[in-house]
């Protein structure tokens, strides 16, 4: 389903990119599927958001190329994955002018490095591709949510490496 255009200048990036990844929550729909998560009842349920909501958003996103849709499963295309710098931005930014506690932080699969604000590798100097990246919790987690794409998220987990509940 094509939404409006709520962004009147066209030749503009960042409005054409608005209104791909602008709706609310598409974003953290984007975020948990590079978590991994692929399930529509994953996803409702770490989210939390109405099904008509996620439905809406998902087919969108197939439709637009972010997401793939295969036996009920969605998952991140190539151009979807190319989103992660956005997402990366985010989190940088958000967690040093937004938020006053720690949060999950990001490691080197190949050679355990600490992931620094630019994205590169503190100890090998590489930029990992976002499924060479682990996710770890935060020293004293705080979620204590039970749905499938919390719990996972409660070990060190590999970007994108399916979550698979059930
Ligand atoms: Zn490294």
Sequence with gaps: MA??????????PIARSLEIVGER???LIVRDAFYGARRFSDLHNHLGIPKAVLADRLAFLV????????????????KGRQLW????????????HL???????????????????????????????????????????R??????VSEALRRPHRMLEPIRSG
Excluded: F
């Design 63 to 78: 439709s637009e190329g972010v997401l793939t849709k295969q036996a009920n499963e969605y998952e991140l295309t190539a």
């Design 25 to 27: 929550w598409t974003l």
């Design 99 to 141: 938020l006053d506690k720690p949060t999950r932080t990001y490691r080197h699969a190949d050679c355990g490095g600490a992931i620094g604000r630019d994205r590169g590798c503190l100890r090998c100097g590489q930029v990992p591709e976002v499924g060479d990246l682990v996710a770890h919790p935060p020293r004293r987690p």
């Design 3 to 12: 939404l409006p255009r709520e962004y009147p200048d066209e030749n503009c």
């Design 85 to 96: 710098p956005v997402i990366w931005s985010m989190i940088t930014w958000g967690g040093e």
């Design 143 to 148: 979620d204590s949510r039970d749905d499938p």
